[in-house]
């Protein structure tokens, strides 16, 4: 077999965030349960990039070379569409960037085209995904500011997770796209591969997919694409049900809102339990404000997080399918080796350097796979943790303000019964 040119520099992806092998234990991939979903021990480790997010410069300075900032929307109104654009912010110290800062502007649709080359460029390394053209349909309307500012968090840690990725992080579209100016984005996205190219490129995929199952797959894979399945209904069932608990407590706050007031107005007509009436509206009231910010907490950390593993399922799916279809086309050269005698020599060479374009894509596919694991299951873990912290702090202020109201009512009613035992 043919020696791999490019798997040197996929199979090396561990080591470059941090020796992840030191982080984990072989054999991760032998179970496809969500076990290791469900159960978050204290002792699980913490993923490398994740803990280059957290610490930054302060402990360990030489980590991290990038840093990009997503910010400051601005609107676009023209005769034909309305559009937002972002500022884009980058700094960094790399010796192959011509400046140490760059500020550039970019639309939803550079972001996609960013997406896609990285797609092209990498068919088996895990995107990260980008929230839908209308995120959190149903919830927001488009273009308002709740949407503007879930679309800025959502795009500015898509590029993020790139800047952190040990490979991506090096890709020359991402550079261009971290860079250039906006006529100059728009000139290099004009030399894209041409409509025979691609043609080519979805003829492939069409004949792979018509070609059915792999023969040859390695176990490994198919380990891989059995949890993806199990992981993808679970994170689908989170989501939906994230939402409509998101929803029902919508639907509570919007009636506390109402049901304080008019607490308010009854003590205005019963001068007797006056004080104790206006007691509950305002509790109601500090309820109700804990209720909402339970809310924010809800839709800034739970509901972003669960949907963006949703998308992520779908991204792996795509990943492993395109595994397939680079095995699909060895397992047909070789079986047309097989039927024929002659351009034997011209088949070998062939199977050669397809034997090297499958190892390269499981090498790559492999060491992302250990990577996006292990971030999957430090962003589960503290999003949980977060929302049951903060449950727990939500019940902790609703009842210390109903247990001070009825403590403040019993010594009223105390002062009250004194007052009529005395002659």
């Not at 410069?57 to 980590?63: C, Q, T």
């Not at 003829?203 to 040859?216: E, Q």
């Not at 008019?262 to 804990?290: M, N, Y």
């Not at 873990?381 to 019940?395: D, I, P």
């Amino acid at each position: 077999m043919h020696e791999p040119i490019c798997c040197s520099a996929h199979a090396a992806l561990p080591t470059a965030v941090s020796s992840e092998r030191a982080w984990k234990g072989e054999g991760e991939l032998q179970d496809t349960s969500l076990a290791e979903v469900n159960s978050f021990s204290p002792s699980m480790p913490i993923s490398p990039s994740s803990m280059i997010n957290q610490y930054k410069f302060e402990d360990e300075p030489e980590l991290r070379d990038l840093f990009i900032t997503v910010d400051d929307p601005e609107s676009h109104i023209t005769a034909i569409e309305t559009f937002i654009t972002y500022r884009v912010v980058t700094k960094t110290s790399r010796g192959e960037f011509d400046s140490s800062e760059y500020e550039v502007r970019r639309r939803y649709q550079d972001f996609l085209w960013l997406k896609s080359k990285l797609e092209e460029a990498h068919p088996t390394l895990i995107i990260p995904p980008l929230p839908e053209k209308f995120i959190m349909k149903g919830m927001v309307e488009r273009f308002n500011d709740e949407f503007i500012e879930t679309r800025r968090k959502a795009l500015h840690k898509f590029l993020n997770r790139i800047a952190d990725h040990p490979t991506l992080t090096f890709n020359e579209d991402f550079k261009i796209f971290l860079t250039a100016q906006a006529w100059e984005l728009s000139s290099h996205k004009k030399q894209g591969p041409g409509l025979l190219s691609r043609m080519g490129q979805t003829v492939r995929a069409v004949a792979s997919s018509v070609r059915g199952g792999v023969k040859n797959r390695p176990e490994m894979f198919t380990e891989m694409n059995n949890y993806m399945e199990t992981f993808s209904q679970k994170i689908n069932v989170l989501d939906k049900i994230a939402h409509r608990i998101y929803k029902e407590e919508r639907e509570y706050f919007n009636e506390m809102k109402e049901y304080g007031p008019i607490h308010t107005l009854w003590s205005a007509s019963e001068e007797d339990i006056a004080d104790s009436l206006k007691g509950v509206a305002s509790c109601i009231d500090r309820c109700c404000k804990a209720t909402e910010k339970r809310m924010a907490g809800l839709s800034e950390n739970l509901l972003p997080i669960l949907h963006e593993y949703v998308l992520y399922s779908e991204i792996l799916m795509g990943v492993l399918r395109r595994r397939d279809q680079i095995q699909g086309e060895l397992d047909s050269k070789i079986d047309a080796l097989a039927n024929k005698k002659t351009e034997k020599d011209l088949f070998s060479e062939e199977i050669g350097k397809l034997e090297d374009k499958v190892e390269c894509a499981n090498n790559a596919l492999k060491a992302d796979w250990d990577r996006w694991k292990q971030n999957m299951q430090y962003d589960m873990r503290s999003t949980f943790t977060n929302v049951a912290e903060n449950n727990l702090r939500y019940y902790e202020e609703c009842l210390a303000t109903w247990e001070s109201f009825l403590a403040s009512q019993r010594v009223d009613l105390h002062v009250e019964e004194d007052s009529e035992d005395r002659p």
